[in-house]
């Protein structure tokens, strides 16, 4: 009888967990092979998981990506891969190694294709600059780490200097100290 109960409620819990697991919103955070910067991944995704979001991991190669800082990331998916339409929000995150994605253009159809999908779009540090050139940051209030700024201005984005900035479902942010903020925004967005 007793092991009948223990089943019965393994079932139960296992049912339980599924579905949940179902209706937790999806997060695909992008990173460069190489160079991604720690904290603009590591800060943002603890927020994600802290709030029950389900984060995918992907970049340009499946080997383990370092950070600038020493962190690795074994990612779970090739970005040539990514179907937008399953993911709630898409995330590109910065760092020097992010330049790999400013005329990407699978990256650049990703960002492109999350943006006409009304997913939540976010980009911190120099990635801001990989919206801009998919053409979704024109007209569009955005802030970029200041080695970008002249870039994201002459794709026709306001430039507003802010640590971070959300127009409409889109959020973008200046650097590793707005990673806080940043996720925080994000998952205001997802609620």
Request: hydrophobic content about 45%; aromatic content about 8%; overall charge positive.
């Amino acid at each position: 009888m007793m092991k009948k109960v223990f089943i019965c409620l393994f079932l139960l819990l296992t049912l339980i967990s599924a579905t949940y697991a179902s209706e937790s919103k999806k997060v695909l955070m992008i990173i460069a092979s190489q160079n991604f910067r720690d904290e603009e991944f590591l800060t943002p995704k603890q927020i994600f998981e802290k709030a029950g979001f389900n984060v995918i991991v992907a970049s340009s190669s499946l080997n383990t990506a370092k950070g600038t800082l020493g962190a690795t990331v074994k990612p779970d998916i090739l970005i040539k891969y990514v179907n937008v339409k399953t993911f709630d929000a898409v995330v590109f995150v910065g760092g020097p190694g992010a330049e790999e994605y400013f005329h990407n253009p699978v990256a650049l159809k990703i960002a492109q294709e999350a943006y006409k999908e009304g997913k939540v779009v976010g980009a911190i540090c120099i990635a801001p600059r990989i919206l801009a050139e998919a053409g979704i940051l024109k007209e569009k209030k955005a802030t970029v780490f200041h080695s970008q700024i002249e870039a994201l201005k002459a794709k026709g984005a306001i430039h507003t200097g802010k640590d971070v900035e959300v127009d409409g479902k889109i959020v973008t942010a200046s650097g590793p100290k707005a990673a806080d903020k940043f996720g925080n925004a994000i998952v205001k967005l997802l609620k």
